[in-house]
């Protein structure tokens, strides 16, 4: 699956810092701008399945799941 998302970066003295304006507490951090949006990627990717997997978990027995494709 292909997902886009928007990375803001800034730098802060000889640190790269950046969040995601779609996923909530998805932040980087890096030496290089090359490192902190590795960063930030790993952190989207680590919130958005502990996000799906705290979902299915808490799904009622008769729920059924439906892949809905944007883009």
């Known amino acids: 699956m292909h997902n886009e998302f928007t990375a803001i970066v ?5 640190w790269f810092i950046s969040y995601c304006a779609e ?3 998805a932040n980087g ?3 290089t701008k090359e490192a902190c ?9 680590l919130i958005l399945e ?3 997997d705290e ?10 799941q439906e892949l809905v494709v944007v883009g």
């Open 37 to 45: 949006l590795a960063s930030l990627r790993a952190a989207i990717v």
């Open 10 to 14: 800034e730098q802060d003295g000889p």
């Open 50 to 52: 502990h996000r799906r």
């Open 29 to 31: 951090q890096g030496e």
């Open 23 to 25: 996923v909530p507490g």
């Open 55 to 64: 979902t299915l978990r808490a799904l009622p027995p008769d729920a059924k």
